[in-house]
């Protein structure tokens, strides 16, 4: 039975790892080397490196930032930002990248879809979407850090481009990008049904219980997640332990302990046996 997937998302601007909201404002977080060390370390399966200032400068993504961090890096590495070519899809490959990302460029451009899924197949492919949801109650695509509406139906764009040779979907909101409400499953739901290659969820993840539901009540393949991976220490293990709480098939790493999967008030992992004192007593007692 094939495993849903766990995500790290993180993206790059002007250098520095950033958290986003809404494609509106960002808070930086640092260079690129220490996330990608942290979330490879621990329990992420897929990580998904974005170069947001790619598109704006007229080039692809850092190939000298791709082949540093792919040197640390030992889990499926998808790479995008800029990326207008099969000559520029080559090179991040060569540096290290294992899926190209390509957002803006297949809209301007559908036949680079193909070109990429011929050239280096269609499991290598993911095209982005980012969305939002308009007055009418249907979700649309736009491009330009979410300022430019194409006209195009969220779930229409995604029938699309898998005829066109996707292997893969990132699926974003950008009304829920940053806010912490969890994800948009209507959103989800249009996309995952109009669709038979994965879907992979972002944007809205606030706590470790809004991961499930992009699988089990939307019909996500993977979820992903970026701003509550930072400053957590063991942040991927424990959104793990709550997935498969909720019964997702997730892989597990054999070194982290999921046996008992008790949380704290904070959605923490306690590991309980008969000496474990009353944590959320001992945290109340210190406020």
Known sequence: ????????????????????TNFKSYLPIGRPKFPIEFVTQWDVDEIILLDMSAGKENR??????????????????????????????????????????????????????????RQFGSQC???????????DGKFYIFGSSGHKNYGIEASEWAAEVENLGAGEIFLVS????????????????SVTSKVNIPVIACGGVGSYKDFSPGILKAGADAVAAANIFHHVEHSTILAKAHLLDDGVNVRLDSEARYSNRSFDKFGRLLMLDSKTLDIENIEDSRK
Do not use: F, W
Request: hydrophobic share 40%.
């Open 125 to 135: 492919v993911v095209v982005s979407m980012d969305c939002k949801k308009q007055k």
């Open 60 to 117: 692809g993504p850092s190939l000298e930032v791709l082949e540093m961090l792919s040197v640390t890096c030992t889990v499926p590495l998808t790479v995008g930002g800029g990326i207008r070519s099969v000559e520029m899809a080559r090179n991040v490959i060569r540096s290290g990248g294992d899926k190209i990302s390509i957002n803006l460029p297949a809209l301007e451009n559908k036949h680079l879809v193909t070109d990429l899924a």
């Open 174 to 189: 950008i009304d829920r990008d940053g806010g912490r409400l969890g994800y948009d499953l209507d959103l989800i739901s």
């Open 1 to 20: 039975m094939v495993k849903n997937r766990l995500i790290a998302c993180l993206l790059i601007k002007e250098g520095l790892i950033v958290q986003s």
